[in-house]
């Protein structure tokens, strides 16, 4: 905590947003470790039928009932899809924000 509050503080952003900007830091990490967690406890046989069952549910969508998603099927992926690439490019994001907010 210590670290990243000290981080913050040093890039220049105004105190009164620093707590603001750790938790939501904090609940990205959080939730980077609770995915990996999730899929560690799983076998390869189970992970795979879960991707399957997405598969299904997604590409399968009424499109009277969800539009939207029968819309967007093909292109959306699974929470486990690139879980770190995701994550990465997400805290890219909040950094990049808070650099701005820096200006």
């Known amino acids: 905590m210590e670290e990243l509050l000290q981080a913050l503080r040093a890039s220049g952003l105004p105190d009164e947003e ?3 900007r750790y ?4 609940i990205l990490i959080a939730a980077l470790i609770a995915s ?8 390869p046989e189970e992970y795979e039928q879960g991707m399957e069952l997405f598969r299904v549910a997604v590409l399968g ?3 009277e009932r969800f539009p939207a998603l029968a ?4 292109d959306v992926r699974p929470l486990g899809a690139d879980r770190h690439a995701a994550f990465e490019e997400i805290l890219a994001v909040q950094l990049a924000h ?3 907010g820096i200006r």
């Open 23 to 26: 938790h939501r830091i904090v």
């Open 71 to 74: 819309h967007f099927a093909r």
């Open 36 to 43: 990996e967690a999730g899929v560690s406890i799983i076998t």
């Open 61 to 63: 969508a009424d499109p």
């Open 98 to 100: 808070i650099e701005a």
């Open 18 to 20: 620093i707590p603001a």
